[in-house]
């Protein structure tokens, strides 16, 4: 990261009900992102807010018998509230009621009207309540919104409207998706909108008669009609960092450098918002990046499931920053993660409890009790501590490169392993051994080099857990404020001299809940068993030599198509490219990734197995999974590589 500007956004939810925790998943990213651009001393503007008006908000005002406005005043409390709860440092939180959003929309609107980009027609089509949606014939069938993830009844809808020429735009927007590659992100999605964008656009429908919905902003040229609630939605983005009000305020921030989404409002962002600006003349946002669903298990969140995380509860339960930590460290970025409360609780007793917590609490205890309760000199250092001086700058660099990335998971990753790398150091100095002996020195440069590493550790986690950084910081003699980045990537920065508290418990740990314990993740074949000839020649210890583990040629395979199996819930039929043309293969995945989501991705495949037919239909080859308490997540390659580039 270098020093400049950096301008983020979260969707603005819906105040139609409390938040869950999709909402506190993109607004904690949003957080994590903007507190790195900090650390690296960049101006950072953060934008968070509500979407106020439509027909969402009004039901749920009717159904508790508020007015509309009554409804978002309570809500937004919510939203606010539990951004103060999870530490969230938005610099602006936009609603869509606020005067300065709704002159800005209608400013827009009017500019667009007189420049023929809005025309009236009249409207014959579907429409989804859910997704606040219009959509032709062509698109719905059985009378189900076909939006991914909605699946809910359309109502038939017959009335005069205002429409935006999206139409116009569409090539102009399939050239500008093709020509900045880092406009949708990631890469699967951009196909995903480049593929929508192969049928013809429709222009889009931008108003709402009042005769059935009126919570909404006015057209400023028919006061019989309110604007569609993405039209206004979208504007927020631009409004509230002054667009036609500031115009000094608006170039220092705009474009923005990144929008973050769920996935199923990519079309909304990356169809509907590049056209309305291109339409307005204005500067398309630097990357609009989607990111997949938490599923509970592997089972949608919903209320009629009754299985929707209430963030604030687990806050509260097990604190801010390791809930934090997990949501940041357990999601691939871009593809779907599943939330447990047994995921939270093993993955914060192994990385929290049992490496970082024990960690702390091990050199301070001996700090105090053999350096006199402060940091001691470094003195000589040995190949050891040059190893973990190493490992410890190349994760730190590692997490900066991972922010730029957007894989912060990985990131985290690398930084704990650093921390076990460390945990392994001190078990091999053994300087309680060293402290008996009396072998001070040696002592003194093992603590040093552990708490130097507590330093850098904590430092590159601040960001996401910056209570609890603060904390360790503290407890080694540092201050607790925002740490300097430029030191977090130079060893030595701890000052020798500096007071050590007595240990306490960092992150005391949680009684694993009883179906905790279970069998850790493999890596595994998911759609026939390999044939005997590669499976043969295990010893009697169940080990197999490397030839035969060569045997079974693993290549890289990117998917060009996916597709359901006709009377198989769990098979899809899979189209890939392993470097050797095309060929189909079979998967049972189909419970945990829908075909579209798959289009693009760059998998691993088994490319010798003998062709084999599964529910009558042919498969060459297999691909690699990991499963574990029965969520599945496919191995996929990490960045470029070509189609049948072999793995070993
Ligand atoms: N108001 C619109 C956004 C307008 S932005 C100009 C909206 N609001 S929402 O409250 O319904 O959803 C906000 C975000 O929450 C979306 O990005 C959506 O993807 C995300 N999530 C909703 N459920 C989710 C999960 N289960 N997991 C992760 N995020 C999910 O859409």
Redesign the pocket.
């Known amino acids: 990261m270098k020093a400049g500007s950096f301008y983020v956004t979260?969707?603005?939810?819906?105040v139609n009900d409390k938040p869950?925790?999709?909402?506190a998943?993109?607004t904690i990213l949003a957080d994590v992102l903007a507190r790195y651009h900090r650390l690296a001393g960049d101006t950072t503007h953060f934008l968070t807010g509500t979407?106020e008006h439509g027909q969402k908000v009004l039901r749920a005002a009717q159904k508790s018998g508020i007015s509309p406005q009554e409804q978002a005043d309570s809500t937004v409390v919510r939203f606010r509230d539990l951004w103060k709860k999870l530490e969230i440092t938005n610099d602006d939180f936009i609603r869509t009621t606020e005067e300065r959003h709704k002159a800005v929309v209608q400013r827009i609107l009017s500019d667009l009207f007189n420049r023929g980009e809005i025309y009236r027609a009249d409207y014959d089509g579907w429409y989804c309540v859910t997704c606040e949606r219009f959509y032709t014939d062509r698109d719905v069938t059985d009378g189900l919104c076909p939006e991914p993830g909605c699946g809910r009844q359309v109502e038939r809808i017959h009335e005069a409207n205002y429409f935006f020429r999206m139409s116009r735009h569409q090539q102009w927007l399939i050239d500008y998706i093709n020509s900045n590659p880092g406009f949708i992100q990631p890469d699967f999605r951009r196909n995903e909108t480049l593929g929508f964008l192969r049928k013809p656009l429709n222009d889009l429908c931008i108003s709402r008669p009042k005769s059935r919905m009126n919570w909404g902003i006015e057209l400023p040229f028919d006061k019989d009609f309110v604007t569609y609630?993405?039209f206004d939605?979208?504007v927020?983005?631009i409004s509230a960092v002054g667009y036609l009000s500031d115009d000094a305020g608006f170039n220092a921030r705009w474009p923005a450098d990144v929008h973050?989404?769920?996935?199923?409002?990519l079309t909304?962002?990356t169809v509907y918002w590049p056209t309305m600006l291109h339409a307005m003349g204005v500067q398309m946002p630097k990357t609009v990046f989607a990111?997949?669903?938490?599923?509970v298990g592997r089972d949608?969140?919903s209320k009629t499931q009754g299985n929707v995380v209430d963030p604030m509860a687990f806050a509260d339960k097990y604190g801010v920053d390791a809930f934090r930590y997990f949501l940041m460290a357990e999601m691939t970025l871009g593809q779907d993660a599943s939330f447990t409360e047994e995921a939270f609780i093993r993955r914060y007793n192994a990385d929290l409890a049992n490496d970082l917590g024990n960690m702390l609490s091990r050199v301070s205890k001996l700090l105090c009790s053999h350096c006199g309760g402060s940091i001691p000199e470094p003195g000589e250092t040995g190949a050891e501590e040059t190893e973990l001086r190493d490992a410890a700058l190349a994760a730190a660099r590692a997490t900066i490169e991972s922010v730029k990335t957007m894989r912060i998971d990985q990131g985290l990753a690398g930084i704990a392993d650093v921390v076990r790398r460390a945990n392994r150091y001190i078990e091999r100095q053994q300087p309680w051994n060293l402290a008996r002996d009396g072998r001070a020195g040696e002592l003194r440069r093992v603590l040093y080099c552990a708490a130097e590493t507590l330093r850098i550790v904590s430092g590159m986690l601040y960001p996401v857990m910056p209570g609890k950084m603060a904390d360790l910081r503290e407890a080694l003699g540092m201050s607790r404020k925002q740490p300097d980045f430029d030191g977090l990537i130079k060893w030595g920065g701890l000052k020798p001299g500096l007071p050590v508290a007595e240990p306490s418990s960092l992150f005391p740990r949680v009684q694993p809940q009883k179906q905790d314990e279970r069998p850790p993740k493999e890596a595994k074949p998911v759609a026939a068993k390999p044939s005997g000839d590669a499976a043969a020649g295990p010893t009697p210890a169940g080990l197999i030599t490397v030839d035969d583990f060569f045997k079974a040629k693993l290549r890289a395979a990117r998917i060009l198509s996916a597709e359901a199996v006709e009377g198989a819930s769990k098979l899809l039929k899979l189209r890939i490219d392993a470097g050797d043309g095309e060929r189909q293969i079979v998967a049972g995945i189909a419970l945990h990734y829908k075909p579209e989501e798959l289009v693009g991705r760059t998998i691993v495949v088994v490319s010798n197995l003998q062709p084999a037919r599964i529910r009558g239909v042919e498969s060459n080859g297999m691909l690699l999974a990991a499963s574990s308490g029965g969520v599945m997540r496919l191995v996929t390659v990490d960045g470029d590589i070509p189609a049948g580039a072999p793995v070993k």
């Open positions: 979260t969707p603005i939810y819906y869950h925790i999709g909402h998943y993109t979407d609630v993405w939605a979208l927020n983005y973050l989404i769920g996935k199923d409002i909304t962002h990111h997949g669903w938490w599923l949608k969140m």
